[in-house]
């Protein structure tokens, strides 16, 4: 990727600091954490594995008004709690040059976990959301480039509909564990 983030390690809050001073969304946000359960016993190993590991590092862009933050961060923190990743949480409006480099499609899009090493070279990112739900939105800029046609916000409208839709089918948290893991294995 070629990015360094070192100036960044360390800048951020904590994840319990996070938690701690959430303004919005703060209690779905803490019963998701909460009643997070691990899907299989698999997956809980190779998170454990990695307090074998010192050359991690993780930055979390990402705002507490942000319904991907709520629905998918929760799962993140327990799997790298558990993996003893240390995490610096960046809020979005606080670092939106780190925010530029790190854009979706094109877009300001969070949450963004970002691997580093211990020097801040950036090794691998995941989000805002799991590839499956994400496809929609993928369509949806591919087919809609021009943002002032008159059906741009009726169509991005059904999009987030069917990306809501998504998150309610099956056991989304599972995915994110797996492309995770797929994630963090690459390095």
């Known amino acids: 990727m070629g990015k360094n983030l070192a100036d960044k390690l360390n800048k951020g809050i904590s994840p319990q600091q996070f938690r701690d001073t959430m303004v919005k969304n703060k209690e779905r946000f803490h019963s ?5 359960v ?20 993780c930055l ?14 929760p799962v993140v923190f327990r799997a790298l709690e558990t993996g003893g990743v ?28 970002i691997f580093a090493d211990t020097g801040g070279h950036v090794l691998g990112q995941w989000g805002p959301r799991t590839a499956y739900i994400q496809e929609p939105m993928v369509a949806f800029k591919q087919n809609n480039t021009d943002r002032e046609a008159a059906d741009y916000q009726d169509k991005l409208s059904e999009t987030r509909q069917e990306i809501g839709r998504r998150y309610g089918e099956g056991n989304y948290q599972a995915e994110i564990l797996r492309e995770l893991r797929e994630l963090i294995s690459s390095f």
């Open 38 to 57: 691990w899907p299989n016993e698999e997956d809980k190993e190779y998170f454990e594995s990695l307090n074998n590991r010192d050359d991690l590092r």
């Open 86 to 113: 240390p995490v610096d949480v960046l809020i979005k409006e606080d670092h939106p040059e780190t925010m530029q480099d790190f854009l979706t499609l094109g877009g300001e899009s969070v949450p963004v976990v």
């Open 32 to 36: 998701l954490y909460d009643e997070f």
């Open 60 to 73: 979390i862009l990402m705002a507490d008004w942000c319904g991907d933050v709520v629905a998918n961060i």
